[in-house]
């Protein structure tokens, strides 16, 4: 059997729809074993007449089929999505399938070259493709899908090396000139020990905001007594490598006596009720560090938009509410959670992981996808929902669930039954570490 990694790409009627149905027309073959599907972005056309945006995404294949056959099935799946001849080179389609890896072989026919001729050279291949093969090497240069993103990245931003600033007072100057320059600011808050998670919020920053900030601190204040303050993972020169390859402008890495110059905090900032459910409950005084130290870097930082990640949903509902009752003049922008193929969350403390936990982690997405399932088969009752959740994530060795609730997207209160926006939420131990996600239902954003 040989892993496949194609290319999905469409600009006509319904692209989403058109998509699923040629990716449906795979599985029904019975040739092809669809393992995973990236998420799908839209692009501009590139080449050929003028004609409207593509949607593009990137699926993961296992076959036994010769190269030369799959395609053949492929131009068969674009003819079931609506796709027929028209004789215009690069034009307006329904559905565009290409092989762009297929195991380590290297094709060179008049009809078939593999890799794809052009991967290396277009965003939004090598964007999806990262989602479900960032580590997977190019059988051609020998460097990585994600090396190979990076490098077409730094080419179209040109070269730069964010800067390192460590103090507030660096931090206020260097805002000064981007307010006098009248340029629109991003933050991207982390904790560092950078993955794709992090690197799609600094991409989603970089793309709107015309300079960006991320901040890299391991707040002590949102760590309790026993927890991993003292081992969380600290990598600042890669960090800083790969926030100048995503083409970040400054790292603002402060050490902690520049963030909390006492030794005692007497002022925090407290986001009620929303700060006690869920994770606040198993950690107490978490969110109040958390919401204290955000709020410190909007007012160093004063950025036009901030951007968090889906995973920490809690986090988000909190950052939100603290942002409208304190009166912040700062957009947030809560971006998708970035998963593995496998679908287990992207996350700082998945190093923790051996190998045979790492693998019972995945058992918390599947219970997540095995209660979506169900919602989508009309399934409201949230105890039927929670129930498809623990039997998944309690049905092996090693995985203790801490809770699973379904709560309102906004207010974060318990639901017995779903008739708006809820999110079903999940932390458990894997072995000894702690791992959350969660799911959004019924139109939540």
Known sequence: MAIVYIGLGANLGD?????RTALDHLRESGQVAVLAVSRLVESDAVGGPSQPRFLNGAARLETDLPPHELL??????EYRAGRRPTGVRWGPREADLDILLYGNRVIDTPDLRVPHPLLRERAFVLGPLSELAGEVHDPVTGKTIRELLL?????????????????RAAMLDYVAMVKRNR????????????????????????KACDKVVVSLFVNPTQFGPSEDLDRYPRQLERDLALASETGIDVVFAPPAAEMYPERTVSTWVTVENLSETLCG???????????????????LVRPDVAYFGQKDWQQTVVIRRMVRDLCFPVEVRVEPTAREPDGLALSSRNIYLDAGERK?????FRGLGAARDAFLAGERSAAALRAKVLAEIEGGPGVRAEYVEVVDAETLARVEDLSGPAVIAVAARVGRTRLIDNLLLGGAA
């Open 72 to 77: 053949r099935l492929l131009k068969a799946a």
């Open 151 to 167: 490098e077409l990245q730094r080419r179209a931003w040109g070269h730069r090396t964010a800067r390192l600033l460590e103090s």
């Open 15 to 19: 692209r989403e729809a058109n998509l």
């Open 360 to 364: 019972e982690a995945t058992r918390l």
């Open 281 to 299: 409950a198993a950690r107490p005084g978490h969110f109040r560090g958390v919401a204290t130290v955000v709020a410190k870097l909007l007012n």
């Open 183 to 206: 340029f629109t600011l991003g933050l991207v808050p982390t904790m560092g020990a950078f993955h794709e998670g992090h690197l799609s919020l600094m991409r989603a920053a970089r």
